[in-house]
Nanobody, 126 residues
Framework: QKQLAESGGGSVQAGGSLKLSCAVS????????MGWFRQAPGKEREGIAR???????SYADSIKGRFTISKDSAVNTLYLQMDNLRVEDTAAYYC????????????????????WGQGTQVTVSS
């Protein structure tokens, strides 16, 4: 069974850092897209970072230069290092995995074969 499980969310002050993790299980090897989305209350879900199985990375403009996506294939885990956090980064963060193609992060919408994690809350205070 394909499962994703996020961890690492929490509350920080503006300017602080958090690192999110997403453990993936049950996904067979092969080409795929993995990434992070976020959804703030009253707003649409936003794709913010995407990495392909070959290491191609894409970021949304809203987080470019502050967040870093990475993965450790040996432990099937995806990461999102978030630095210089802002109040507007407050949201529920979700990881996702899907088969190719892998559009740019802001345009990626996992389809029928995609899987999502349950989400982890990030709250940034001023």
């Amino acid at each position: 069974q394909k499962q994703l499980a996020e961890s690492g969310g929490g509350s920080v002050q503006a300017g602080g850092s958090l690192k999110l993790s997403c453990a993936v299980s049950g996904w067979s090897s092969g080409d795929h897209c993995m990434g992070w989305f976020r959804q703030a209350p009253g707003k649409e879900r936003e794709g913010i970072a995407r990495i392909t199985s070959r290491g191609g990375i894409s970021y949304a403009d809203s987080i470019k230069g502050r967040f870093t996506i990475s993965k450790d294939s040996a432990v099937n885990t995806l990461y999102l290092q978030m630095d210089n956090l802002r109040v507007e980064d407050t949201a529920a963060y979700y990881c996702a995995i899907d088969l190719p193609p892998c559009p740019e992060a802001s345009r990626w919408q996992p389809g029928g074969f995609g899987r999502w994690g349950q989400g982890t809350q990030v709250t940034v205070s001023s």
